[in-house]
């Protein structure tokens, strides 16, 4: 059976907004095909930059959301039963690999150890994958290539990459943008005017201060987007900060008293 690949092409071309160089590096790792790592925390755009590469690469994207209870089966495929008996079924990993799809596998520590297994051969000089239950040695389509992302703040011990993982890897960096260049994302994304996605921008800023003294993560891009869009929709910017800024990412009362505080000091 042959796959339609024409699904995972990005027709159109993505907003991105570049914060540094790295359109550039990324191009230049995947003309030698090099695994590459997205390193960053929720929402600050790892996501939006792996569409706009595979666009402007003119590669098709699979992507996969991973999870703690996602196996090495759930990326390389499984035998299926159906009324003519039992079927081999590609998995995402696999369809990428014999299309020469760029494959991005998002907060894949998140998933079970045997999947590193599946991913080690593919990220070295091999670049085959084992479809062992199958009995067959898949051979990397020259065009494929490997993403993964990585939040480095919620790692524990018990879960991160190792290093015969990570080193398998080139790996960029991504942190919220600084200020003017977040504003023109959050002014781009969501329709505010520019004072209104400089306030959003200001408030995240503030909130960031705060993490690691009562708050886990910060207030993301993302977070601005969608707050952005409520105030876009005429909803009152205090109003749209407490429901997507503030109540997301905190259930401390006094934590939620002191974003509340620095809501009013903006809008
Ligand atoms: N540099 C950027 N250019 C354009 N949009 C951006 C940029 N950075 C962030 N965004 C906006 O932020 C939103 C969230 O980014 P994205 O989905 O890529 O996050 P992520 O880092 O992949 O998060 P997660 O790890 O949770 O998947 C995007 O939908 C987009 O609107």
New binding site residues.
């Given amino acids: 059976m042959t796959m339609s690949m024409d699904q995972y092409f990005i027709k159109q071309q993505p907003?991105?907004?570049?914060?540094a160089d790295e359109v550039e590096l990324y191009e230049a790792a995947y003309s030698v095909r090099m695994p590459m790592m997205l390193k960053?925390?929720?929402?600050?755009?790892?996501?939006?930059?792996v569409e706009y590469m595979a666009w402007k690469l003119g590669k098709p994207l699979i992507t996969v959301a991973c999870n703690e209870d996602m196996t090495a089966s759930d990326l390389v495929g499984r035998f299926l039963l159906d009324v003519n008996g039992t079927r081999w079924q590609d998995g995402p990993l696999t369809i990428a690999a014999r299309n020469g799809a760029i494959c991005y596998l998002?907060?894949v520590v998140e998933a079970r150890q045997d999947t590193t297994v599946v991913i080690h051969p593919l990220t070295d000089a091999r670049r085959v994958l084992p479809l062992e239950k199958k009995g067959e040695l898949v051979h990397a389509h020259p065009d494929f290539q490997l993403v993964i992302?990585y939040?480095p703040g919620y790692q524990s011990l018990m879960k991160d990459l190792k290093q015969s993982t990570k080193q398998r890897f080139g790996a960029l960096d991504?942190n919220y943008?600084e200020h003017d260049?977040e504003v023109e994302?959050v002014g781009?994304?969501s329709g505010v005017d520019r004072s209104t996605a400089d306030k959003l921008v200001s408030i995240a800023e503030r909130a960031r201060n705060l993490k690691g003294h009562g708050l886990d993560e910060g207030i993301?891009?993302?977070m601005l987007?969608y707050a952005g869009s409520l105030i876009a929709k005429g909803v009152d910017p205090r109003a749209a900060s407490r429901v997507a800024l503030v109540r997301p990412i905190t259930d401390d009362p006094d934590m939620r008293d002191a974003l509340d505080a620095a809501v009013t000091t903006f809008f």
């Fill in positions: 907003y991105y907004r570049p914060v960053g925390p929720t929402g600050c755009g790892k996501t939006r930059f998002d907060e992302s939040n991504f943008p260049i994302i781009h994304e993301s891009t993302r987007v």
